[in-house]
Structures are given as C-alpha cells and as structure tokens.
C-alpha cells in the first residue's frame, strides 16, 4: 500500500497511546483524520484541542460521509476492539482498506532507517529517552512513543522522516511488522500469556523479531536473555555496561564500558536499576547509529521521563506521591527497589489496580510476593480492559495471597478517606487500568496537607 495516496484516515480505538501517535503524525502531514473510542480521555480532549472530530458511540451515523468512501479512505485499529465491534465489522465487510496499528506503523517505518526498541518491560521508557538523545544529536527523526513524554509533552516527536524510532510492541505480535536496521530487547519475562498461551510460544515471538532485523543490522539484547545479540548490563561482562555508579543529589553519575571506550561521568535522573539499563541501551544504540558521545552525554543529562512513569505528584519533606503505570510483577519489583533506594527508612503505601483478569490469574502468586515488599497495601478491583469476569479471579482472591498483615481491598470512592488513616510517607499509586483517574483527587487532597 502507497500511504501517499490515502487521503482520509479513520481510527478505531484513536485514544490509545499508540493509536493517538499515529492520529498526530498523519494529521502533521495534512491528511483528513477522525475516529472512535469509547470513552472520553485527556488523550481524545487533546486531539480534539487540534480539531480532530472524535466520537464516543458505535454507530455508522456519526462517521463523517468523507470516510465512507472505500477508495480513498484507510481504516486503522487497534487489536483491543472486539472483532464484532459494529463500525469494524462495517468497514471489513464493505470492502474499506483495514490494517491493524502495527501493520501502519510497519508500512511508515519500512522506507526510513528504524531503530526499534522490544521487550516485555521497559520499552516506553527507553523508546523515549532514545528519541530524545536522537532529538537532541540533531537526528532528521520520527519517534512514535507509547508514553507521553516530559521533555515534549507528547507522543510523537517529529525532527524530519529518514530515521524512524518505534516502540516494538509484542501484544498480538505487532513488532512482527517492523524490519528495523538496530534493535534491542530488554526483556522477555511471561506476559500477555492471554495471547500466546505459554512462555515459550512468546520467547519464539522474540526469536522471530530478533530475525526481523536487517541483514547487516544490529541487535541488542539485555545479558541473560536466551536471544544472540551484542550484550548490555551493569557492572558484568557485557559488551556494553554501567561500571562505577554514584548517587550526587539524587542523580546517577556512572561509567559506560564500551569495547571501544569507557565513557565517564554520565548523569542521568530517574530512579532505579531497571532506569540505568534503559538509559544504557538508549545510549548504546545511538552510539551504533553514530551520533556523537558529548552530544549525547548532554541530552542524557537532561532528559526528563515518561508520563506516569515514576512521576511525582508531591514531593515534600512529609510526604510524597509517586504514580506508575507498572502492571506485571516485575515492573512492580522495580519500582520497589528504586523506591527503597531513594528512601529507605520512609513507610511506603502502594495502591495497586490489577490490570486483566487473565494477567491476574495467570501472576497471582508473583503479584502477591511483589506486594508483599510494601509496608501497606491497597488493592483496587481488578481493571477488565477487554475482558470478561473470570470466576474466582478477583482481587480478594489476589488479597488472601499477599503476605502482609497491612492490607485492605478498597473501593475507589472510598480511597482518598483510607489513604487518610494511613500514617506512611511515601504513596505510590501502580496500575495500568483507571487507577490514573484518581491521581488528580489525591493530588488535590493531599498537596493542601503536606
């Protein structure tokens, strides 16, 4: 398919993160845009703040008459929708050019020199900080991003079109669309099992991207993975490694090990390992694309992070509140260990929404341990997505597994009231779901008493 020649693009699902990156990309480059969701979001409220025309009902009516034109319009969507999700079925059936998210962002990326970033944690983070560095090199780069971005306040950051930057999704196996020149994977711990029903049907999907890479391309992959490729890590064997780290000020100061050179005296300011290892590979790929290692020491130093990454909402002597999007057992052992780095001695509350039925059945025990590590716990109702209640999953269910006497199922009308009678000083809110609604009420309560 030649995108050139497509004059109007429709988005099912256009207030995803991914999906809206691609809303703002095309309406850049003055194509007619519109689309779908099924709620309201700040997301859909700023795409509309650009006259994009959203609407929030499954129905034919409200499509615009300039989409319903199968020659020129192309239909995009996101694997989230169901497959009997009335204006889907209506553009497949009536002959509409339909291709999911990934298979657009495969088609946009095929002609530029892509650098792709895979794995199960850790890939919107250091997407980001890669577009950034890139960015900031002078790099003629479109980077398509699955978090907002500090440094931009966006999704998408557009500096020209040779070079591509992308978030190599593994849900639904869409980084299958991508043919990237470098590529890193950071991780590949059971997820999404929902899809590829066990471990090892999702170790072979990254087999298969690793294979996706361009024939004189180069792949990364984070020490220990089951995965050939040019190793990263901290304080090991790895071709590229983080030796000599420092904590001034509550900034990083590190070395990189490189087998060429040792850089010294890096800075970067998010909190934990997991953050060094993304901001390592991030470095290590733009040094394979050739940018310049002062330039990019200077951008490391200033980039800021992702939106509901790590991000603090209060930040005083008395109390602090911090909101992540971590959803998988792994994630939540990282944010544990980068805020037990920063404060160590502080009681910590962790209010949890478990993402999916099925990703909370299927971690149950992991979850309950990742818990577990906090000095309190809240638990949330589970957040469906695109599920169905399975039975006996619930997050009482999940509760009875935690292994800590401090802990209460909460209701989110009640939650501000219950974080009241808890005595700790550090609240951290983690979830993937609509946990992220509450932050502004706890914010707003919260800031006037610290």
């Given at each position: 398919?030649?995108?050139?020649?497509?004059?109007n693009?429709?988005?099912?699902?256009?207030?995803?993160?991914?999906?809206?990156?691609?809303?703002?990309?095309?309406?850049?480059?003055?194509?007619?845009?519109?689309?779908?969701?099924?709620?309201?979001?700040?997301?859909t409220?700023?795409?509309?703040?650009?006259?994009?025309?959203?609407?929030?009902?499954?129905?034919?009516?409200?499509?615009?008459?300039?989409?319903l034109?199968?020659?020129?319009?192309l239909?995009?969507?996101?694997?989230?929708?169901?497959?009997?999700q009335?204006q889907?079925?209506?553009?497949?059936?009536?002959?509409?050019?339909?291709?999911?998210?990934?298979?657009?962002?495969?088609?946009?990326?095929?002609?530029?020199?892509?650098?792709?970033?895979?794995?199960t944690?850790?890939?919107?983070t250091?997407?980001?900080?890669?577009?950034?560095?890139?960015?900031?090199?002078?790099?003629?780069?479109?980077?398509?991003?699955?978090?907002?971005?500090?440094?931009?306040?966006?999704?998408?950051?557009?500096?020209?079109?040779?070079?591509?930057?992308?978030?190599?999704?593994?849900?639904?196996?869409?980084?299958?669309?991508?043919?990237?020149?470098?590529?890193?994977?950071?991780?590949?711990d059971?997820?999404?099992?929902?899809?590829?029903?066990?471990?090892?049907?999702?170790?072979?999907?990254?087999?298969?991207?690793?294979?996706?890479?361009?024939?004189?391309?180069?792949?990364?992959?984070?020490?220990?993975?089951?995965i050939?490729?040019?190793?990263?890590?901290?304080?090991?064997?790895?071709?590229?490694?983080i030796?000599d780290?420092?904590?001034?000020?509550?900034?990083?100061?590190?070395?990189?090990?490189?087998?060429?050179?040792v850089?010294?005296?890096?800075?970067?300011?998010?909190?934990?390992?997991?953050?060094?290892?993304?901001?390592?590979?991030?470095?290590?790929?733009?040094?394979?694309?050739?940018?310049d290692?002062?330039?990019?020491?200077?951008?490391?130093?200033?980039?800021?992070?992702?939106?509901?990454r790590?991000?603090?909402?209060?930040?005083?002597e008395?109390?602090?509140?911090?909101d992540?999007?971590?959803?998988?057992?792994?994630?939540?052992?990282?944010?544990?260990?980068?805020?037990?780095?920063?404060?160590?001695?502080?009681?910590?509350?962790?209010?949890?929404?478990p993402?999916?039925?099925?990703?909370?059945?299927?971690?149950?025990?992991?979850?309950?341990?990742?818990?577990?590590?906090?000095?309190?716990?809240?638990?949330?109702?589970?957040?469906?997505?695109?599920?169905?209640?399975?039975?006996?999953?619930?997050?009482?269910?999940?509760?009875?597994?935690?292994?800590?006497?401090?802990?209460?199922?909460?209701?989110?009308?009640?939650?501000?009231?219950?974080?009241?009678?808890?005595?700790?000083?550090?609240?951290?809110?983690i979830g993937?779901?609509?946990?992220?609604d509450?932050?502004?009420?706890?914010?707003?309560?919260?800031?006037?008493?610290?």
């Amino acid at each position: 398919m030649n995108l050139n020649s497509i004059h109007n693009i429709y988005f099912i699902g256009i207030g995803g993160i991914g999906m809206s990156a691609l809303v703002r990309y095309f309406h850049s480059n003055q194509k007619q845009v519109a689309g779908y969701d099924k709620t309201q979001t700040d997301i859909t409220t700023d795409l509309e703040n650009l006259g994009i025309n959203i609407h929030y009902q499954d129905s034919i009516s409200n499509i615009d008459s300039v989409f319903l034109n199968p020659k020129n319009t192309l239909i995009v969507y996101t694997p989230a929708v169901p497959e009997n999700q009335l204006q889907l079925s209506y553009f497949k059936n009536n002959h509409f050019q339909v291709l999911k998210r990934s298979q657009v962002l495969g088609l946009i990326t095929k002609n530029t020199f892509c650098l792709a970033v895979a794995g199960t944690h850790g890939k919107t983070t250091t997407t980001s900080i890669l577009a950034h560095l890139m960015n900031q090199c002078n790099v003629p780069v479109t980077a398509f991003l699955g978090g907002i971005s500090e440094n931009y306040n966006s999704n998408l950051i557009l500096n020209g079109t040779e070079v591509s930057v992308v978030e190599a999704d593994e849900f639904d196996r869409s980084f299958l669309t991508l043919t990237p020149n470098i590529a890193c994977i950071t991780s590949m711990d059971a997820d999404h099992l929902d899809i590829y029903g066990n471990e090892s049907q999702l170790i072979n999907s990254f087999e298969a991207f690793s294979k996706k890479v361009v024939s004189n391309g180069t792949l990364f992959v984070k020490n220990g993975l089951p995965i050939n490729g040019i190793t990263y890590g901290i304080e090991d064997n790895s071709y590229y490694t983080i030796q000599d780290i420092k904590i001034e000020n509550g900034v990083y100061v590190f070395n990189v090990k490189t087998p060429n050179a040792v850089y010294k005296n890096l800075k970067f300011s998010l909190p934990g390992r997991h953050n060094l290892l993304n901001a390592l590979i991030a470095l290590a790929m733009s040094l394979e694309y050739g940018c310049d290692y002062k330039e990019l020491a200077k951008a490391l130093a200033t980039y800021k992070g992702v939106k509901r990454r790590f991000t603090y909402h209060i930040k005083t002597e008395n109390l602090v509140f911090i909101d992540d999007y971590a959803h998988h057992p792994e994630e939540i052992n990282a944010v544990y260990q980068a805020i037990r780095e920063l404060y160590p001695n502080k009681k910590v509350l962790a209010i949890f929404q478990p993402h999916l039925y099925t990703r909370t059945r299927d971690f149950g025990d992991d979850f309950a341990k990742s818990l577990s590590q906090f000095d309190e716990v809240f638990l949330l109702d589970i957040y469906p997505a695109r599920e169905l209640p399975i039975k006996g999953i619930t997050s009482k269910w999940l509760l009875e597994k935690v292994n800590n006497k401090n802990k209460k199922l909460v209701n989110k009308k009640e939650l501000v009231s219950q974080i009241r009678k808890s005595d700790a000083q550090i609240i951290l809110t983690i979830g993937a779901g609509d946990i992220s609604d509450e932050v502004k009420h706890i914010k707003k309560e919260f800031s006037i008493a610290s």
